[in-house]
């Protein structure tokens, strides 16, 4: 179980340096949009309805977690105000009342989480499949947790009988592949004695994906379940990385700059301009990404080929 961050916005000493890896920061300059400004106000009396320019331009990428030296939740602030936000607006929780389909009465040893997206692309999913071997479970046919996964973004309730339904079938199994950053990181919380692993993790863990990585090759991380596990994750990157000779989207303070193409905050552009930006003096012959959504994204943006990691082999 990772130890959740207990620290809130009162421990905020003013330093800035959330801004160093902060997308939104980069892109406006505009402090009230940081996690710096939302704490700044809030010790100083703001409330979630004064904020809400600010909370709803949050990525949630998570970037600036592990540069808080006073290691706030700065991740959970944002969620537990949209939360509050939320009751406000009276928003729609992204619950229809209908349980999915149940998955069967006996989990496989691994049980994959992927993405709604990876159902378009069979292929892909196959494949994934075939690298992390033996009996694995997919649940994308079934019950992927998007809906939990919206609803832990917005800060929004989770219904109790919803979430067991979800949890049921992943306590009888030994290990949960993710793809859903945020469901990564609640699943670590969630789900005791069983070991949870990011796709990306999982499948750069493998030695015959690690063989076919290469100097020339941008490895481009998942950030969000990467800055939410980031102390135990950044040696296993920081090793794909040395076995591999690849560059990966890591600034010098060792945090993954997000592409933010998952996020529903920002457009087109915002996205393209943080591309660019990890793009600023590299040229790779081939990019690689741990989240489906990062393929159009650089593929607008550069003129190499962008596959996924689990299309590799």
């Known amino acids: ?131 992390l071997g033996g009996d694995v479970a997919v649940s994308v046919s079934s019950d992927s947790g998007t809906d939990i996964s919206i609803a832990l973004s917005d800060g929004l309730p989770i219904p109790a009988e919803r979430l067991e339904h979800f949890l049921a079938p992943l306590r009888t199994t030994l290990r949960v592949i993710v793809a859903d950053g945020r469901l990564f990181y609640a699943l670590k919380n969630w789900l005791h004695g069983v070991t949870i692993a990011s796709l990306g993790e999982a499948l750069s863990a493998l030695p015959q994906v690690r063989s076919k990585l290469s100097d020339g090759d941008l490895y481009v991380i998942e950030s969000v379940a990467f800055h939410r596990d980031h102390e135990r994750l950044i040696s296993h ?26 996020a529903r905050a920002h457009g087109r552009e915002f996205v393209e301009e943080q591309v660019r930006w990890i793009l600023q003096g590299r040229a790779p012959t081939r990019i690689v990404v741990e989240d489906l959504a990062d393929i159009p994204a650089f593929q607008r943006v550069a003129d190499v080929p962008v596959i996924h990691v689990g299309a590799l082999l």
């Not at 076995?243 to 303070?253: E, H, K, V």
């Open 1 to 131: 179980m990772m130890p959740l961050r207990s620290r809130t916005y009162t421990a905020c000493s003013g330093c800035s340096l959330c801004l160093l890896s902060c997308p939104v920061w980069r892109n406006t300059h505009d402090i009230r949009l940081t996690p710096h400004g939302r704490a700044k106000a809030m010790q100083h009396g703001a409330t979630a309805i004064d904020l809400a320019e600010s909370l709803d331009s949050c990525t949630l990428c998570g970037a600036c977690e592990p540069a808080c030296p006073e290691s706030i939740d700065l991740v959970g602030m944002v969620t537990g105000l949209r939360g509050e936000l939320a009751l406000q607006r009276e928003a729609t929780p992204p619950f229809d009342g209908v349980l999915p389909a149940p998955t069967g009465n006996i989990s496989p040893p691994t049980m994959l989480i992927a993405e709604q997206s990876m159902s378009d692309n069979p292929g892909l999913l196959r494949s994934i499949i075939e690298q």
């Open 237 to 262: 990157y920081d090793s794909l990385r040395l076995a591999s000779g690849c560059s990966m989207n890591l600034d010098l303070q060792r945090m993954a700059v997000p592409t933010t193409a998952s």
